[in-house]
């Protein structure tokens, strides 16, 4: 692979005959590489790529290893900035990259993208790729809080040569805040989406999973509305509104169940005020196919998200999802056909769209039958690496697509594209505006144990 040294990217055929070479993986943690890069290494190995991943010791890398069957290089870091530290990694970064002198280097979540990029940078590794997962800034308590993460972001894309957007709304939201210069060119792959779904992984588990069997066992009757949540239980999520909706309703034939590890103590009381219209597994559940086959529609109430891959697992099991029009929460689903957007923070409209859902039950098997043929035929994992690879190779991304068959289909619905805009009523629709400022989120852009619960922004 030849090796020129890009300062930033110029255009897709700036460098000629590139081939798979070496390409280094980096990531704070290992639980985010668990969730976030899920068959993706074990894939560019296949494509003749040499492929190392550099995280934080912790008890999944030996899962990880095993599963990718990539070199793996334990490198600490912390998650927040430690001027002790974080020095210490930072030269350890610079000496492997020295020793393997990689053709790519992709780095992933905050700390890494610093450190790895800034190594990356002063090693002159040629194809230096960030992968924006999402803004941390976003969630920032305070004014010099959010200035110092926007630093951290800035200067890592300015140190890498190419940037990737897990999606439309992320990018949109990362150039109003002046994260990109002039001369940057951030892409998203496809639909967005930092992996996609496999669909074969989804469809296996769901289909040993007897949906009546689930419900009988949690005790609840045919007739409930079950929402769903699965994921990490905290504010960010927006669970706080979730709890507090369902307060507010005491007497709508609905249960709340809410399956991952409470990171929020304060939310423990309102849970318990629920008494048995909560169904709370207070655990990282290792497989949740049967938390969405129980389940009618998933809510995920956000505040902030890069891509939440969690609505695409739902959507494979027919279910489809409530959510909000935050940064890349809102690319999620189609309003109005695969699901619902409530605006950020707004109780009153998630308590109608839950109502809603309770009252308007037809319409709620149609969009989860919309959800999943939009995940099965927009967020294929191969298409996205391939999009990627196409990065790394200084090919256009919106011209890649990986060999293989059709995604499936359901029976029921014939070849119909579930994303194409479709009668529906206005009650699903009005009131909500998806703020978006670029293009459609289901167009490819011209510049593409549960990953819910393992993956989180490091």
Not at 395 to 414: N, V
Request: charged share 25%; glycine share 8%.
């Amino acid at each position: 692979m030849n090796r020129p040294l890009r300062s930033r990217s110029r255009g897709y055929a700036a460098i000629p005959e590139r081939r798979p070479g070496r390409v280094v993986y980096g990531m704070t943690i290992a639980q985010s590489v668990a969730a976030l890069l899920r068959g993706q290494l074990s894939w560019f190995r296949d494509q003749g790529w040499d492929v190392h991943l550099v995280t934080s010791p912790g008890s999944l890398l030996d899962v990880v290893e095993a599963r990718e069957r990539v070199t793996v290089h334990p490198l600490p870091m912390d998650r927040e900035i430690s001027l002790r530290r974080d020095p210490v990694a930072l030269v350890r970064w610079i000496r492997l990259l020295r020793r393997l002198r990689p053709d790519v280097l992709n780095v992933g979540t905050p700390k890494a993208g610093l450190l790895g990029s800034l190594a990356g940078w002063l090693t002159r590794v040629p194809v230096r790729v960030y992968v924006l997962r999402g803004l941390r800034m976003e969630g920032a308590r305070s004014r010099r809080q959010k200035a110092l993460l926007w630093l951290v972001e800035r200067v890592t894309i300015l140190l890498a040569t190419e940037v990737v957007c897990v999606s439309h709304s992320l990018r949109d939201e990362a150039a109003a805040l002046h994260l990109f210069g002039r001369r940057d060119k951030p892409v998203v792959i496809g639909a967005g989406s930092s992996n996609g779904v496999n669909s074969g992984r989804w469809t296996a588990a769901l289909a040993a999973v007897d949906r009546a069997t689930v419900r009988a066992a949690w005790g609840v009757r045919p007739d409930v509305l079950v929402v769903g949540f699965v994921g990490r239980i905290n504010v960010d999520k927006g669970v706080d509104d979730l709890i507090s909706a369902f307060l507010a309703t005491p007497a709508l034939p609905a249960v709340l169940l809410l399956a991952g590890p409470l990171e929020d103590e304060g939310l423990r009381p309102a849970i318990a005020a629920l008494g048995d219209r909560v169904i709370h597994v207070d655990h990282w559940v290792d497989d949740p196919a049967a938390c969405y086959a129980g389940m009618d529609v998933f809510c995920l109430p956000t505040r902030r998200e890069g891509f939440p891959n969690v609505v695409l697992e739902a959507a494979l099991a027919g279910v489809p999802s409530i959510t909000t029009t935050a940064t890349g929460a809102r690319d999620s689903v189609v309003p109005g056909v695969t699901g619902w957007l409530v605006e950020t923070g707004d109780m009153p409209q998630l308590i109608d769209a839950i109502g809603r859902c309770a009252r308007e039950r037809d319409e709620v098997r149609r969009a989860g039958r919309a959800a999943r043929e939009r995940a099965l035929r927009h967020f294929r994992p191969q298409d996205i690496w391939s999009g990627l690879q196409a990065v790394y190779l200084g090919e256009d991304p919106s011209l890649a697509r990986a060999p293989g068959p059709e995604p499936e289909t359901d029976a029921r619905q014939g070849t119909r594209d579930a994303t194409a805009a479709q009668p529906v009523p206005e009650l699903w629709t009005q009131g909500i505006d998806a703020r978006r400022r670029v293009g459609d989120p289901v167009t490819i852009a011209g510049s593409i144990q549960s990953d819910a619960n393992l993956g989180q922004m490091s």
